[in-house]
Antibody, heavy 118, light 108 residues
């Protein structure tokens, strides 16, 4: 069965960096686009970034462009999110998700919490 | 940027029909997806391509999309349907994924 397991969250100071990972299993990872989607405490869902199956196409939300970098390693069935220059407003649960028809997300991980605080 | 508007809350009695709307400029020309999220859990896709159901989603969940409004309809509502519901589209003009603000469904 499809499984997505995020890791790498934690507490970081404003201006700091963090790298999230998402380990995928149960499907042919290299066939799918993948996304990062976040949810601030008590708030709604916010799309962060997606990457094409080969990694050649990448898009970011305006709120993270220039600070976050999405990448993938198809040999390791893994998705990553490098987060730099973190701000308090980046505090959220970060989900990785498999992209399906018309950019829907058909499978989600359980999420990893990133807290940016001094 | 493209904006999706959802009512913050909808209330319905058990056994009745709940309708959750998602408004956007000419949203009928886009494919709309819907997610259910229960407290402390990851979202679950319940409708994609406006009205298709993933396997395992009850037939009580249906969707429609026309003009400036897409609608998620939940028939014969059960207590277990109480959750937050989000609509989502892909904005081709910006290559961005867009979520609505979410609607909290309360089963009375």
């Amino acid at each position: 069965q499809v499984q997505l397991v995020e890791s790498g969250g934690g507490l970081v100071k404003p201006g700091g960096s963090l790298r999230l990972s998402c380990a995928a299993s149960g499907f042919t990872f290299s066939d799918y686009y993948m996304s990062w989607i976040r949810q601030a405490p008590g708030k709604g869902l916010e799309w962060v970034s997606y990457i094409s199956s080969s990694g050649s196409s990448i898009y970011y939300a305006d709120s993270v462009k220039g600070r976050f970098t999405i990448s993938r390693d198809n040999a390791k069935n893994s998705l990553y999110l490098q987060m730099n220059s973190l701000r308090v407003e980046d505090t959220a649960v970060y989900y990785c998700a498999r992209v399906a028809a018309e950019y829907s997300s058909d499978y989600w991980g359980q999420g990893t919490l990133v807290t940016v605080s001094s | 940027s493209y904006v999706l508007a959802q009512p913050p809350s909808v209330s319905v009695a058990p056994g009745k029909t709940a309708r959750i709307t998602c408004g956007g400029n000419n949203i009928g020309s886009k494919s709309v997806h819907w997610y259910q999220q229960k407290p402390g859990q990851a979202p679950v896709l319940v409708i994609y391509y406006d009205s298709d159901r993933p396997s395992g989603i009850p037939e009580r969940f249906s969707g429609s999309n026309s003009g400036n409004t897409a609608t998620l309809t939940i028939s014969r509502v059960e207590a277990g349907d109480e959750a937050d519901y989000y609509c989502q589209v892909w904005d081709s003009s910006s290559d961005h994924v867009v979520f609505g603000g979410g609607t909290k469904l309360t089963v009375l």
